[in-house]
């Protein structure tokens, strides 16, 4: 029989954005702030910050009977428009007062995207604080002052004065650190899995995490991560190549007993777009759909 060679002009089959990598980064809602030494009486007097516990006449967390110890952790987070944290004191070696401290800063969001200048490294800041002090024995008084930051730094100064002390009006200085997570991340169109890799600093560096999770594409403006351990299920919203969400962690940092750093903003960068239609893989649906030309293949036939 006459063999019958044919040549296929073209073939259509379908191709698959099978993954890629990400950057992934964060910004912490919780400063950090770090002891203040004063002088009230003749006598030297350090102040330390915890978690705020939402009561201002009981012990912060966590309070050792035995030892006369109070762990803390620095943070001072917000709520609402305000601030809070938890202090207590040292003089002589003793705890000598401890209570609650709220602030509230000016001028806080010059680009209105919903996280404080003071807490983006990118941003120089020179903010006006007032608040207010309340003791565990009844007593309070007004706080005003500064807090500064230059662009480019985690580290900032705070300079305050804590008004109405049994030892008049007293000054207190330190540095505070807005908090930053850093990492990058790998996915799969496959099976539609996650893995992420990620460290938090503040005045320095911690341990490196990772996050293995699946997520869901919603459209292609929309992605969802299902939630894991201290991660809940979030949904994460994209502006050309990044995707943004404020997550709410059940805990932020796992080197204290209780939850706190808990409230961040998170963006994700895609630079991946197989098919150029400006449309980052992560999220394009489209791509598991579109066709690539394949080679001349021959068909014989007998």
Do not use: H
Not at 90 to 112: A, K, P, Q
């Amino acid at each position: 029989m006459k063999k019958l060679i044919l040549a296929s002009m073209l073939c259509l089959a379908p191709t698959l954005a099978a993954g890629g990598t990400l950057t992934v980064s964060g910004k912490s809602y919780s400063l950090m702030l770090n002891d203040a030494v004063v002088y009230m009486g003749g006598n030297q007097v350090r102040f330390y910050f915890t978690t705020y516990d939402g009561n201002r006449y009981t012990y912060p967390y966590y309070y050792d009977a035995t030892k006369q110890m109070i762990y803390r952790n620095y943070e001072l987070k917000k709520l609402g428009n305000t601030y809070y944290t938890d202090y207590y004191c040292v003089r002589n070696g003793m705890i000598s007062d401890i209570g609650e401290i709220s602030f509230t800063l000016g001028s806080i969001d010059s680009d209105n995207n919903g996280i404080d200048d003071i807490c983006e490294i990118n941003k120089s800041v020179n903010v006006t604080v007032t608040g207010n002090w309340y003791s565990i024995d009844g007593s309070s008084g007004a706080i005003s002052g500064t807090m500064i930051k230059n662009s480019g730094s985690q580290q900032g100064y705070y300079s305050l004065f804590v008004k109405g002390t049994f030892a008049g009006d007293i000054p207190a200085t330190g540095d505070f650190y807005s908090g930053i997570l850093s990492g990058d991340a790998s996915y799969s169109r496959m099976n539609y899995s996650i893995t992420i890799n990620y460290t938090i600093t503040y005045s320095e560096q911690g341990a490196s995490n990772q996050l293995q999770t699946f997520y869901e594409v919603i459209d292609s403006d929309t992605v969802k991560i299902i939630g894991r351990d201290e991660v809940p299920t979030t949904i994460l919203v994209r502006y050309g190549n990044n995707y943004y969400a404020t997550v709410e962690l059940s805990d932020g940092n796992l080197g204290t007993f209780w939850p706190d750093y808990q409230k961040w903003y998170y963006v994700i960068t895609d630079n991946n777009d197989i098919d150029r239609d400006g449309i980052p893989d992560l999220s394009d649906k489209e791509d598991n759909r579109k066709k690539v030309n394949l080679p001349f293949l021959p068909l014989v036939l007998e």
